[in-house]
């Protein structure tokens, strides 16, 4: 059935199979990786002036990104063995925390921006409903 030379190179192939693959998701991991630390350098030189829409669209990003990064961790941490998993679970939650901190700081200036809009938009109504208002003579 097999002869000896293919069962001693079965689990090369089956090794370099998996090598092959670890190495692959860990390319798509980096670019994800660099994408969050990007995303984060970014929400991080956000000022005052920064319009809604850029805080929403960057934590739509970071939530995005982050999914695909911890689903592409899941993976990797299949296929390694012990001695490498801690190091890898380790610098993980770095990025996972990075990004996490990112979107917090989004969600708090979104909402900064929404009390502030609101407070403008009440003291106008207020201000031209008083205008409006006719003294009646009698």
Do not use: W
Not at 19 to 44: D, K, Q, S
Not at 74 to 79: F, Y
Not at 103 to 122: N, P, Y
């Amino acid at each position: 059935m097999y002869s000896e030379e293919d069962v001693c190179t079965k689990p090369m192939m089956q090794d370099a199979d998996v090598g092959n693959r670890l190495h692959n998701l860990r390319r798509r991991r980096a670019r994800e990786r660099g994408n969050i630390t990007r995303f984060v350098t970014e929400v991080r030189k956000f000022t005052d002036t920064k319009i809604l829409e850029d805080y929403e669209c960057y934590k739509d990003r970071l939530h995005e990104t982050l999914g695909q990064l911890t689903s592409l961790d899941d993976e990797i941490h299949e296929l390694l063995d012990d001695s490498e998993y801690d190091a890898d679970l380790q610098k993980c939650e770095e990025y996972i925390e990075s990004a996490k901190r990112a979107i917090l700081r989004t969600s708090r200036q979104t909402e900064r921006h929404l009390a502030i809009s609101t407070t403008d938009v009440t003291s106008t109504d207020a201000h031209d409903a008083a205008a409006t208002i006719v003294p009646i003579v009698p």
